[in-house]
């Protein structure tokens, strides 16, 4: 650190930041003379394991839902922070790769997903990757670009907002094996769908909910697409209406369990 005591400005060469077994380098420069510090400074951190930085995520935007643990793989960090102290700035991307989470059954919060096209339900997700672009600031953080790969699930992808409160507004979109109710319906099992939803709620109690309207007009565009001739794909997409129609007039509503007496 070079710091000059005249003009109350600094600078920090590229060093190594250790935090067990996890090192980033860290460079950049600093201003105390005004009424609020400023800094201005990078941080790049390659497959760092994860376990060494759970405490460090929601700096990054990403924030575990309740219950929910982060288990093995590796966290990469890009990122540059700038401004005053108190309205700092900071954008970047990140990465876990090889991970699994625990304690969060993921397939069950996507009940309507999963119901449509049969993502299994378990409590334990291996992710292959899960990557962003982030910026962060007093108003809240941005997520864009975001990538998630699970085998189990499929690809998840899209962008959104976490507000200063920890609320989410996230559009996403889901490509998955057509499976469950969908593939009874339009009778195309095996078949990619891409199923369009909301990630809304809070980051510590996230919900999921299907846009239907997307995904039956999704459907339809594949079909109206098909060039094996204007008739077959008018009597192909009166099929796959009436299938999207039906399977949400007969979709199963969810209940309350029942109350125990005695």
Do not use: C, W
Not at 71 to 77: A, Q
Not at 152 to 162: A, E, F, H, K, R
Not at 192 to 198: E, G, L, N
Request: hydrophobic letters at 40%; charged letters at 20%; glycine letters at 10%.
């Amino acid at each position: 650190v070079a710091h000059d005591l005249k003009t109350r400005r600094g600078n920090v060469a590229k060093s190594t930041l250790k935090l067990g077994s996890a090192s980033a380098t860290i460079a950049g420069d600093y201003n105390l003379a005004g009424k609020s510090a400023t800094v201005n400074a990078t941080v790049n951190g390659p497959k760092m394991p994860v376990f060494e930085l759970l405490t460090f995520l929601p700096v990054f935007g990403m924030e575990l839902p309740t219950g929910a643990k982060l288990e093995g793989g590796t966290f990469s960090v890009d990122a540059t922070s700038s401004g005053p102290m108190d309205a700092l700035s900071t954008s970047g991307s990140v990465k876990i790769e090889g991970a699994k989470r625990t304690g969060y059954n993921l397939g069950s919060k996507l009940r309507v997903i999963q119901d449509l096209v049969g993502i299994p339900l378990s409590d334990t997700t291996e992710i292959q990757t899960a990557a962003t672009k982030f910026a962060t600031s007093n108003a809240g953080t941005t997520l864009s670009e975001i990538l998630f790969l699970a085998p189990s699930i499929g690809q998840l992808s899209g962008d959104g907002v976490v507000g200063p409160q920890h609320v989410l507004d996230f559009k996403m979109k889901a490509v998955v094996k057509t499976g469950g109710l969908l593939a009874a319906a339009l009778q195309q099992r095996g078949e990619t769908t891409t199923v369009p939803f909301f990630i809304l709620g809070t980051a510590a109690d996230p919900s999921f909910k299907a846009d239907v309207k997307a995904l039956a007009n999704e459907k339809l565009q594949q079909v109206v697409k098909n060039p094996e001739g204007a008739l077959k794909n008018a009597k192909e997409a009166v099929k796959t209406f009436q299938g999207i129609r039906d399977l949400f007039r007969k979709a199963p509503k969810q209940t309350e369990p029942a109350k125990q007496i005695g």
